[in-house]
């Protein structure tokens, strides 16, 4: 990677190792994490090379690195082509779509905008019910479910209805506890900050060289990803005082500026597409940034 391993290198590369044993990645999922966090600000389009290098560091191989990628590409999430004998990859226009909303959810911050109905529509609502459950909702009989507005990303029909509480927090704080398994979102919150934790020890100090920076990084986002992205974000009024999600983004959005300005020279360095080399900053990043210094 050129620069020297630092002492920081070392703490932080023994720590990420620890993480890696604990959750081990698959190659795909973390290749996503990549284009998230690196590639789609920054146009959306990489060097195959560049993939290889970086899940190199978190110890995914070469082979299963170019398979991962020839299934994204089978799956509609990437479409590639080549440059003389480099194959570059960018993202499909409905992957990018995806990526935005997940992007927002990431960096936005709280997306409490209230409750909502959904009413399973036409022959096959248990269908509809399940795709309900997956997206946080929870059952309230065979065709009727409740949960937090937000957009349903559902080929099923549905009627939708716009609710509004009018009772006190604790009786809300008791409906939700009822009908969500909240303590499993709080054991996913309390084993993420459980793990990166300690990494504020060492990314704050500085001496962290680039490519650390941006390993640590990707990996920070490629696990409280998972985690946000499963928990059901209910509204803030109906949590309980002490949900650990609230410290959890604090922690995030600490480390995630903390160690940015080395990984993103690391991109810059190093990161290129068709066009040239990648940035080391756009509007794109600038505004992430800018949303998580509101929530640290």
């Known amino acids: 990677m050129g620069a020297a391993v630092t002492d920081a290198d070392r703490r932080i ?12 990645l698959r190659a795909a999922g973390f290749i996503v994490t990549i284009y998230g966090d690196v590639v789609e600000p920054r146009g959306g389009v990489a060097w195959v090379g560049n993939l ?57 911050g709280t997306d409490d905008h209230g409750w909502q109905f959904a009413h399973a529509l036409g022959d096959a609502p248990e269908e509809a019910m399940a795709a309900l459950e997956r997206m946080g909702y929870s059952r309230v009989n065979a065709r009727l479910a409740v949960g937090p507005i937000r957009h349903l990303d559902s080929s099923h029909p549905l009627l939708l209805f716009k ?26 919150y309390r ?12 990314a704050v100090e500085g001496d962290l060289t680039p490519a650390m920076a941006l390993t640590a990084r990707l990996l920070l986002i490629h696990r409280f990803r998972s985690v946000l992205l499963h928990d059901p974000r209910l509204p803030d009024d ?28 690391y991109i810059a360095e190093n990161f290129v597409s068709p066009a040239g080399g990648l940035a080391a900053r756009s509007s794109a990043t600038d505004q992430r940034l800018a949303s998580l210094k509101r929530s640290a």
């Open 163 to 188: 609710v509004g509480t009018i009772s006190s927090e604790p009786g809300l704080r008791a409906f939700v506890a009822e009908n969500w398994d909240l303590e499993r979102y709080k054991a996913a």
């Open 52 to 108: 290889i290098e970086t899940c190199a560091i978190v110890g995914i191989s070469e082979t299963l690195v170019r398979t991962a990628v020839s299934r994204l590409v089978a799956a509609g999430q990437l479409v590639g082509e080549r440059e003389g004998r480099r194959s570059y990859y960018g993202l499909s226009q409905a992957a990018r779509t995806e990526f935005a909303v997940a992007a927002t959810t990431l960096f936005g």
């Open 13 to 24: 590369g023994d720590l990420i190792q620890k993480i890696t044993l604990e959750t081990p």
């Open 238 to 265: 109906a949590l309980p005082t002490d949900w650990p999600g609230r410290e959890a983004r604090v922690l995030f959005a600490r480390l995630y500026m903390a160690l940015s300005s080395a990984a993103d020279r």
């Open 191 to 202: 084993a993420f900050m459980e793990q990166f934790s300690p990494l504020a020890d060492g």
